[in-house]
């Protein structure tokens, strides 16, 4: 048993109510908690699909007046599992989110994935789960 436990991953965004409207409306997620920081000029918004005691979370940083971000070539994607990619594609793809690999199967594989992008372009693959 580890003595670590992994609670969450920060990515930076340009607009902070955009991208918590694109991870709780759109991916079902909860905004769980809001931290304003005006000295440090920036704002914090956690949000996940638990309560952050039992689940791994998602960070998103607002630093205020950055309205873009150069995000290298190191991060790959978040990745969130779906009982129905298809449908789930098809909801995002009507609500205007990018679809950048439509579902089906991986390479040499059986796994059906799917990859979106946030209104920030970070990647996320869609794993169906049934």
Do not use: C, W
Not at 38 to 67: C, I, M, R, W
């Amino acid at each position: 048993m580890s003595d670590f436990q992994y609670l969450h991953t920060m990515i930076r965004v340009r607009n902070l109510d955009e991208s918590v409207k694109f991870y709780t409306e759109l991916l079902g997620m909860k905004e769980l908690r809001r931290n304003d920081v005006p000295d440090g000029k920036y704002t914090l918004a956690f949000v996940g699909y638990g309560d952050e005691a039992s689940h791994t979370v998602l960070e998103l940083t607002y630093n205020y007046g950055v309205d873009s971000y150069d995000q290298g070539t190191a991060f790959g994607h978040l990745a969130l599992g779906v009982p129905d990619i298809y449908g789930a594609v098809e909801k995002l793809r009507a609500a205007g989110v990018k679809i950048t690999r439509e579902p089906g199967p991986v390479k040499f594989g059986k796994t059906v994935i799917a990859f979106i992008e946030d209104p920030n372009g970070y990647k996320i693959e869609l794993i169906e789960r049934k």
